[in-house]
C-alpha cells in the first residue's frame, strides 16, 4: 500500500475541518499584518495541533471516522483559538463547561473503541462492566491531563487557562467524570446492541473503517462475559 502524503491526507479530510483551517490560515495572516505576534502564534500553534490526531491515525493504520475528525478539530479550535485567543471562556460562562463535557464524552467513546480493538472484537474476552471502566479511567486521565496541561501553561507562558484556580480545575474534573461515566456507559449499552443511536453508529462506523483490528468480532463464545 501506498503511503499518503500530508497533502494527501490534508485533502481528504472533510469540509467543516477545512473550513477551520481556512479560517486559522486568514487569522494568522491578518495578525501578522497588523503585527499581533502572539495572535499570529496561536492561530499556527492551534493549526499545528488540529495535524496531530491525523497524523497519529495515519501513522499507526487507523481510519478515523468523519464525525470523530470533525469533532476533534472543532475541540481543538474552540478551546485554544476561539477560547485563548478571543476570550470566549470569560464572554460565554458555559463555554469551559460545554467543552469538558463535550470532549469527555468524546474520550469516554473512544476509549472504549481502543479496548474493544484490543480483545480485537471480542465482546467476550472480558466482563463489559471492565471494558466499561477501562474506558472510563481513559477518559478521565485524558482530563486530569489536560488540567496539569493548563497549569503548566499558566506558569510557563503567563495565560489564564485555569481562571479562578482551584474551583475552575475541580469543576472541570467533575464534569469530565461525568462526561466520561456516560461515553463508558454508551459503551457498555453497544455491548448488549442498546443505547442511543448516534454512539451505535459511532462504534459501527469505526469498526466497519477497521475492520482489520476487529477479526473476532460477532463471533461468540460461551462464558457469562457480564
Same mark, same amino acid.
Given at each position: 500500500?501506498?503511503? !499518503?502524503?500530508?497533502?494527501? /491526507?490534508?485533502?481528504?479530510?472533510?469540509?467543516?475541518?477545512?473550513?477551520?483551517?481556512? +479560517? @486559522?490560515?486568514? &487569522?494568522?495572516?491578518?495578525?501578522?499584518?497588523?503585527?499581533?505576534?502572539?495572535?499570529?502564534?496561536?492561530?499556527?500553534?492551534?493549526?499545528? @495541533?488540529?495535524?496531530?490526531?491525523?497524523?497519529?491515525?495515519?501513522?499507526?493504520?487507523?481510519?478515523?471516522?468523519?464525525?470523530?475528525?470533525?469533532?476533534?478539530?472543532?475541540?481543538?479550535?474552540?478551546?485554544?483559538?476561539?477560547? &485563548?485567543?478571543?476570550?470566549?471562556?470569560?464572554?460565554?460562562?458555559?463555554? $469551559? /463547561?460545554? *467543552?469538558?463535557?463535550?470532549?469527555?464524552?468524546?474520550?469516554? *467513546?473512544?476509549?472504549?473503541?481502543?479496548?474493544? +480493538? @484490543?480483545?480485537?472484537? $471480542?465482546?467476550? #474476552?472480558?466482563?463489559?462492566?471492565?471494558?466499561?471502566?477501562?474506558?472510563?479511567?481513559? #477518559?478521565?486521565?485524558? %482530563?486530569?491531563?489536560?488540567?496539569?496541561? &493548563?497549569?503548566?501553561? $499558566?506558569?510557563?507562558? =503567563?495565560?489564564?487557562?485555569? !481562571?479562578?484556580? @482551584?474551583?475552575?480545575? +475541580?469543576? $472541570?474534573?467533575?464534569?469530565?467524570?461525568?462526561? %466520561?461515566?456516560?461515553? #463508558?456507559?454508551?459503551?457498555?449499552?453497544?455491548?448488549?446492541?442498546? =443505547?442511543? =443511536?448516534?454512539?451505535?453508529?459511532?462504534? &459501527?462506523?469505526?469498526?466497519?473503517?477497521?475492520?482489520?483490528?476487529?477479526? !473476532? /468480532?460477532? !463471533?461468540?463464545?460461551? =462464558?457469562?462475559?457480564?
Amino acid at each position: 500500500m501506498t503511503r !499518503k502524503t500530508p497533502l494527501d /491526507i490534508a485533502r481528504m479530510q472533510p469540509w467543516p475541518v477545512k473550513v477551520i483551517w481556512g +479560517m @486559522l490560515a486568514f &487569522e494568522f495572516l491578518l495578525a501578522l499584518f497588523e503585527r499581533q505576534w502572539p495572535l499570529a502564534g496561536v492561530a499556527l500553534f492551534t493549526f499545528v @495541533l488540529t495535524l496531530v490526531p491525523l497524523y497519529v491515525s495515519s501513522r499507526i493504520g487507523i481510519s478515523m471516522p468523519t464525525a470523530l475528525v470533525v469533532a476533534v478539530t472543532g475541540f481543538i479550535f474552540a478551546t485554544i483559538f476561539l477560547g &485563548e485567543a478571543f476570550d470566549f471562556y470569560n464572554r460565554f460562562w458555559w463555554w $469551559d /463547561i460545554a *467543552l469538558h463535557g463535550g470532549s469527555a464524552l468524546g474520550f469516554g *467513546l473512544v476509549g472504549f473503541v481502543f479496548v474493544f +480493538m @484490543l480483545f480485537e472484537g $471480542d465482546r467476550y #474476552a472480558a466482563p463489559r462492566w471492565a471494558m466499561a471502566l477501562i474506558a472510563f479511567s481513559f #477518559a478521565v486521565t485524558i %482530563g486530569a491531563l489536560w488540567e496539569i496541561f &493548563e497549569f503548566g501553561m $499558566d506558569q510557563i507562558f =503567563g495565560t489564564n487557562m485555569q !481562571k479562578s484556580g @482551584l474551583m475552575d480545575t +475541580m469543576g $472541570d474534573l467533575i464534569v469530565d467524570v461525568i462526561g %466520561g461515566a456516560l461515553g #463508558a456507559l454508551a459503551g457498555w449499552a453497544y455491548l448488549y446492541g442498546r =443505547g442511543p =443511536g448516534f454512539t451505535r453508529a459511532f462504534f &459501527e462506523d469505526f469498526v466497519t473503517r477497521n475492520r482489520r483490528f476487529f477479526r !473476532k /468480532i460477532g !463471533k461468540r463464545r460461551r =462464558g457469562r462475559g457480564r
